[in-house]
């Protein structure tokens, strides 16, 4: 059974530092990894997602890596800002009995202060 | 702006009363999700429909939940009776399938509190 951990669970930095989520998962055979935002009351936005093939994707100051032998995958976060405090979220997709199937991690908890 | 859209978004309810929920997907869309999300467990796929049909509830109580798509543009999700541990926020997600990425799109959410 496929499992997604994140750490840290909760992260608290000072405006302006470049920083560094973990999310790692135990079954290397995914279709994709994506990552998540979601603020405190609402749905989830999708921020990057890479497939299985690639290595990393880019989108403005957030960076996604993925390696899939190790089962790993960090978003970086370049140059934060307050505006970016959210609960980060993610989701591997693997194929479940012929259909595609999203298994999440339990988030990173990011407080980015002024 | 297509959005997956979701009804009501808070819902306070006493145990034991039924409870539904109401998903519009994406215009197009031929695939629905549900997931709920608690603390403790976080996201879980509750169930899974495609063109309409379900393909995966092994996720939900049988005993007291219940999926169906009534037509293409409503996904519902009932719970009877509601119980305290049933409190929790419930995502409805679609999607096309096949596509290159197979991305889910969520909706806001319904957060149910059962007292």
């Known amino acids: 059974k496929q499992e997604v951990t994140q750490i840290p669970a909760a992260l608290s930095v000072p405006e302006g530092e470049n920083l560094v989520l973990n999310c790692s998962f135990t079954d290397s055979a995914i279709y994709n990894l994506q990552w998540f935002r979601q603020d405190p009351g609402k749905g989830l936005t999708s921020l990057l997602l890479i497939q299985s093939s690639q290595r990393e994707q880019t989108s403005g100051r957030l960076n996604a890596s993925l390696d899939k032998s190790s089962g790993r995958s960090t978003l970086y976060i370049a140059a934060s800002q307050p505006g970016d405090s959210a609960t980060y979220l993610c989701a ?23 | 702006d297509a959005r997956v859209t979701q009804t009501p978004r808070h819902k306070v ?80 997600a679609s999607g096309l399938v096949p596509s290159v990425t197979y991305e889910q799109y969520f909706g806001p959410g319904t957060r149910l509190t059962v007292t």
């Open chain 1, 92 to 114: 591997v997709k693997e194929w479940n009995t012929g259909f595609q199937k999203l298994v999440f991690g339990t988030g990173t908890r990011l407080l980015v202060s002024p």
């Open chain 2, 13 to 92: 309810t006493e145990m034991g009363q039924e409870v539904t929920m109401r998903c519009q997907p994406i215009l197009g869309h031929n695939t629905v999700f549900w997931y709920r999300q608690t603390m403790m467990q976080g996201l879980e796929l509750l169930a899974y429909f495609r063109n309409r049909a379900p393909l995966d509830d092994s996720g939900m109580p049988k005993d007291r939940f219940s999926a169906e798509m009534p037509d293409a543009t409503l996904a519902t999700l009932k719970i009877q009776p509601s119980e305290p541990r049933d409190s929790a926020v419930y995502f409805c």
